[in-house]
């Protein structure tokens, strides 16, 4: 009676023991590919063959989850963008294009998150390369030897980045080449992909297989692209005005070049003719004030705090309706000298074209003016004397308002052609 019940008792660890020897278990794949529509993340069962795909999807999934001896041991994923557009959309694109393709699987079959491999953006330019590399384009060299370029990021329409080698794309052959990589070449490298790893359990005595079954190991999908360098700088022309000296009437207007990261030169033109309420207020002038200006802090452009020194150069004519007018010398010795400036800058656009600008800055100048009485008409106004002297102080405030445009001819080409907001693919 101990030996039977000790039988019965060990019988389900037996029968476990030997359950756990006759069986093989047999690794194999399975790759589905999806398209996508250009700038679209959302999947579309009716474009091209999508609905014959996902009915394949969906057949396997219900196999293996209907087979108990069949078990999902890893999942790839991947979301691509074609090189078309802005960096950050189509990393924004490919990860949404992963995304829905992963919902889309999960509506099927449950798959833990531990087993499943998903890259987080891909913008397949080594596989772009060698697609154009077989094929049959005529300027294909050259399209070959801008990829072998390398990624590199620069700023683009706001705070978007776009990688250089688009831009140059675009522009070869005055367009002519890029449209004719669209379509096929751009047009197969949107797309989704999964690959499905399973076990297979097979019984021994069912098994006809070599005794050295050869498994297939597990791969990723693909090779994580490799991040592109971002160039933080790109050159801007400034057009600009001073509000502070329109408020004053003095027409104004500045433009602005970048020439190098941290560095840009400003010219200022102001100009006043007129008497303010009357004819003894006034203060007319002609005056230009270059400015070399460092940027400590610049990024994209050159924006943040700034240092300038500048040199300035001012023909006056002025007069705040006491006893005298003060004019400089015969009308034709201006003021020259120069100073140093501090200022700031801030976009006040989301596309960062707008921007506001505050600035002071303090100056020498020597002077040699004429003393006039102030009359209402000033030509009655009798000469009093000539002064010469060194006159130091406040030489600038300024509140501005600038609009910038790019000044790389890569950018402005992009731009001419109405990209304007970065779409992908």
Do not use: C
Request: no cysteine.
């Amino acid at each position: 009676m101990k030996r039977i019940l000790m039988t019965v008792f060990l019988l389900p660890y037996l029968f476990g023991a030997f359950a756990r020897t006759d069986t093989v278990g047999y690794n194999s794949s399975k790759h589905f590919r999806l398209r996508y529509v250009i700038n679209i993340a959302e999947l579309d069962s009716s474009f091209v063959d999508n609905s014959d795909r996902i009915t394949d999807i969906r057949e396997f999934l219900t196999e293996i989850r209907n087979d108990s001896l069949t078990h999902i041991t890893g999942v790839d994923f991947r979301g691509t963008a074609s090189p078309d557009g802005t960096y950050d959309f189509n990393v924004w694109l490919s990860e949404n294009r992963l995304r829905t393709f992963k919902e889309m699987v999960n509506s099927y079959i449950s798959i833990p998150d531990s087993l499943i491999f998903a890259q987080s953006s891909d913008i397949p330019w080594d596989e772009f390369r060698q697609k154009v590399a077989e094929s049959d384009l005529e300027n294909k060299e050259e399209v070959l030897v801008i990829i072998d370029e390398g990624p590199k990021l620069v700023p683009f329409w706001g705070n978007r980045r776009i990688d250089h080698r688009l831009l140059k794309l675009k522009k070869l052959r005055g367009g002519k080449v890029w449209d004719e990589l669209k379509k096929p070449i751009l047009f197969d490298l949107r797309y989704g992909d999964a690959v499905f790893y399973y076990t297979t359990l097979i019984p021994l005595p069912y098994l006809h297989l070599p005794m050295e079954i050869k498994l297939e190991e597990k791969q990723p999908l693909a090779i994580l692209p490799v991040s592109p360098s971002y160039e933080t700088w790109l050159p801007r022309l400034y057009l600009k005005t001073n509000l502070m000296g329109l408020a004053a009437l003095s027409v104004n207007l500045a433009v602005e070049a970048d020439f190098a990261p941290h560095w840009s030169v400003t010219l200022p033109v102001y100009y006043s003719a007129i008497d303010y309420f009357k004819s003894t207020i006034k203060f007319r002038n002609f005056s230009i004030q270059p400015e070399l200006r460092y940027w400590p802090n610049a990024k994209g452009y050159n924006h943040g705090f700034f240092l300038g020194a500048h040199f300035g150069l001012m023909y006056y004519n002025f007069a705040i309706g006491g006893p005298y007018r003060y004019q400089d010398r015969r009308g034709r010795t201006p003021a020259i000298g120069g100073g140093l400036a501090l200022g700031y800058r801030k976009p006040i656009s989301k596309n960062h074209r707008w921007h506001i600008e505050f600035t002071a800055g303090a100056g020498v100048y020597p002077i040699d003016y004429d003393v006039f009485e102030n009359t209402p008409n000033y030509k009655e106004g009798q000469w009093v004397r000539r002064n010469k002297k060194t006159w130091w102080g406040l030489d600038q405030a300024a509140i501005t308002l600038s609009y910038n445009f790019p000044l790389s001819k890569y950018e402005r080409k992009y731009l001419s052609q109405g990209n304007m907001k970065g779409g992908g693919l």
